[in-house]
């Protein structure tokens, strides 16, 4: 097996403020290339709007995109300029706008490569709706969520 160097970025996002969060994970990611050579960078779940969004799932809808799309663009070119991997977990468009988040059409995670620009897909569980149309984050399994 080669090794490599992964980098972790941890970083505070903007709640909901797309365009910002994603500038700023290019930001972090040509610094943890730049500054530890890493070769696959982790963002945190949830990078483009943080985890409980405390929005409707239209208002979210709206907020968000499709994957590839203006949630993945900017990544996606710096990743493949810099020939590096990213995980970049975020909520996406998924099925039809205003469909219930239980009938698993409304959003979804995404794992995102950038070496080749390819659409990654992985998808996990979305967040369950709560009283009001609100979303909260799903429940850990008992190891946990990872």
Known sequence: MKEFIAACVQISITPNDVAAN???GVTWLERAVREYQAELVVFPETVTTGYDTGLSAEELWDLVDEAPG???RDIQAAAKELGVYVVWPTYRRAG???LSPEHGQQLQWRLQTGRAVADGGYRSSHPKARAGGRFAPPRPAPMGIV
Do not use: F, Q, S, W
């Open 70 to 72: 203006r949630i993945t």
């Open 22 to 24: 994603v500038a700023k």
């Open 96 to 98: 039809e706008r205003g």
